[in-house]
């Protein structure tokens, strides 16, 4: 069965961190572009990040620039999302998506089921 497993989410206060882990089983990830999105309660869903499977090129949404990095480890089959100075507006559902295309433009065929992110004091 091909499945992302988001884990890492959890609650913090603003200026902290987290590492945002997405797992695959049943497929291996070099192969594909892999993207963080994200959606807050009551807006639409959001691309964060991507990393394309071709040569490794990082995309990042102005809003985390310079505060977020993703990262891959294909040894482990996983993808990271490290996320440093955390702000209130970060909190979201953030879900990992893989897409056979090469780049981060899409479509995206597998989806995580979504980790909880809440940056509060």
């Known amino acids: 069965q091909l499945q992302l497993v988001e884990s890492g989410g959890g609650l913090v206060q603003p200026g902290g961190s987290l590492r945002l882990s997405c797992a695959a089983s049943?497929?291996?990830?070099?192969?594909?572009?892999i993207g963080w999105f994200r959606q807050a309660p009551g807006k639409e869903r959001e691309g964060v990040s991507c990393i394309s499977s071709s040569d490794g090129r990082t995309y990042y949404a102005d809003s985390v620039k310079g505060r977020f990095t993703i990262s891959r480890d294909n040894a482990k089959n996983t993808v990271y999302l490290q996320m440093n100075s955390l702000k209130p507006e970060d909190t979201a559902v953030y879900y990992c998506?893989?897409?056979?295309?090469?780049?981060?433009?899409?479509?995206?065929?597998?989806w995580g089921q979504g980790t909880q992110v809440t940056v509060s004091s």
């Open positions: 049943g497929f291996t990830l070099d192969y594909y572009a």
């Open positions: 998506a893989a897409s056979r295309s090469p780049g981060c433009e899409g479509p995206y065929d597998y």
